[in-house]
């Protein structure tokens, strides 16, 4: 019923004692307490990617009962998209620990550690197997797409008893799964950001969406032939853009006719470029470099300070209009747009919970300056856990790149440490909640002495950082910036 001004309140439970509801996020000096109440009741894991898989494995091992809702028709389904993909950090970062100790109790035959896999190599070599562990695959819903989340008899308003009633998570097909805490890892790969400079769609943006195309397309395999001998314009100025101009300008090599413009908000590519050499990641300076002489050389041609207002599709053809904040304007006539622009996150399943989010970036409030992109590169992101991600809404935890907000800092080994800590404090372990750490490569990031080594037997590692960042990124992140491919590393 709902909570209008006249309606009746709802009983508090007598059972037990109510729990008082947070006002803030829990912070070092309180924590967050579920209701014993709701003990019988499994915990919801939204999303079978590698941070919700992690999650599971941490319930696995600490005997808590689990839902994994998974959207797709298989685990990994989002990074199976960029399956064509290789990282930049090796499998050593790739896996999370109390996964790699179910699998290994159970004979998994482990990939060497110092490769750098693909997006497909990550699902087939490790999501899968996971997912088909006996502690984790009766618990498993493939096809289950969480359309809502509330808590049960209880819009946001309603406070008296709330903090014992149970979660309600509503699929599309209908159903209603109840739960005793939500731990929401489904990412951000399905809510990209839109190619308008200023965060709102441009100017007949959906209308040309038959044209446009968003990050890692797979330019040289499924996907050839909407670029082969075409004009393809790439927005963006984050790895899974270069990854992308890399690919066409390969493809280029095959079918002269290609042609190839890159568009960038910035006065320069120097971000994007990076290190060259002197990159602590080998792989992701030999990228930069790459790209470089592509452009000095004039097979790419950049656009800077392009700022896209307008989107106009005529027959087999787009046209984009730039106008900066000074007024100039630029036009581009192409064939086919690639939106490398990143991804955001989506809060609306959310909507009737108690979520504190923080104004500029919507992760947490008690997150945001600990990511904050304009302080803080992915490798000096510290370690955090159940105490900067909790909400108002006991019991609600937004994990891995979700949890970001827009910041293009994530990492997949941050994600794996969240759910460590987040399924620590489920359990009432609040001394190994708070016990948060994160062991990174030297670098801070996701390095590999083994990358150059790699590229003789297999090609440039391009496009993701894939063992430490989430998920596609947006790239593996992703839950990018405007700009970034999604994640700093990725």
């Avoid at 110092?114 to 997912?131: C, F, H, S």
């Avoid at 987040?422 to 990031?445: H, K, M, N, Y």
């Amino acid at each position: 019923m709902s909570s209008g001004c006249c309606g009746p309140a709802a009983p508090a439970e007598q059972s037990a004692p109510a729990v008082p509801v947070q006002t803030a996020p829990a912070t070092s000096s309180e924590q967050v307490v579920l209701s014993p109440q709701l003990d019988h009741l499994p915990v919801a894991v939204i999303g079978a990617g590698p941070v919700g898989l992690a999650a599971a494995a941490h319930l696995a091992e600490r005997n808590l009962d689990f839902l994994l809702l998974e959207a797709g028709e298989q685990v990994g389904a989002s990074i199976a998209q960029w399956g064509h993909v290789r990282t930049f950090s090796p499998w050593k970062y790739d896996i999370d620990a109390a996964a790699r100790r179910l699998l290994d109790a159970g004979g998994w035959t482990a990939p060497d550690e110092d490769w750098l896999p693909t997006g497909a190599e990550l699902v087939e070599d490790y999501l899968i197997p996971l997912a088909a562990h006996p502690a984790i695959a009766p618990h498993l819903r493939l096809n289950a797409k969480v359309t809502g989340i509330s808590r049960l008899g209880f819009d946001r308003v309603r406070t008296t008893g709330r903090d014992t009633a149970p979660f309600v998570i509503r699929l599309a097909d209908g159903t209603e799964i109840a739960a005793r805490a939500v731990v929401d890892a489904s990412g951000t790969w399905r809510t990209p950001n839109v190619l308008g400079a200023s965060g709102l769609p441009a100017h007949g943006e959906h209308a040309a969406a038959g044209f446009v195309d968003h990050a890692l397309p797979d330019v040289l395999g499924a996907d050839r032939e909407h670029y082969a001998g075409k004009h393809t314009l790439v927005v963006g100025a984050g790895h899974s853009a270069a990854t992308t101009l890399l690919a066409l300008a390969a493809l280029a090599e095959e079918a002269p006719e290609t042609r190839i413009t890159w568009a960038i908000r910035a006065g320069s590519a120097a971000r994007t470029y990076g290190g060259g050499a002197a990159d602590a990641l080998p792989a992701r300076g030999a990228l930069g470099t790459r790209l470089r002489a592509l452009v000095e050389t004039g097979r790419i041609t950049l656009l800077t300070a392009f700022f896209t207002h307008a989107v106009t599709a005529d027959g087999e053809a787009v046209t984009v209009i730039s106008r900066d904040p000074s007024g100039n304007e630029q036009k581009v006539v192409a064939d086919r747009i690639v939106a490398a622009t990143g991804y955001r996150p989506d809060h609306a399943i959310a909507g009737e919970l108690r979520l504190d989010l923080d104004a500029i970036l919507g992760s947490t409030r008690a997150l945001a300056p600990l990511i904050d992109p304009n302080h803080h590169s992915c490798g000096t992101v510290p370690a955090h856990g159940a105490d900067e991600l909790a909400h108002p809404e006991p019991g609600y935890y937004a994990v891995g790149v979700k949890s970001y907000g827009r910041a293009p800092t994530f990492l997949m080994a941050t994600g794996y440490e969240q759910v460590r800590s987040v399924v620590a404090a489920l359990a009432g372990d609040w001394a190994a909640a708070r016990q948060v750490q994160l062991e990174l490569p030297e670098t801070g990031v996701c390095s590999s002495n083994l990358a150059e080594a790699q590229e003789t037997r297999v090609g440039l590692a391009t496009g993701i950082s894939g063992g430490l960042l989430a998920a596609p990124l947006p790239l593996a992140s992703v839950g990018a910036s405007a700009e970034s491919g999604g994640g700093c590393c990725g």
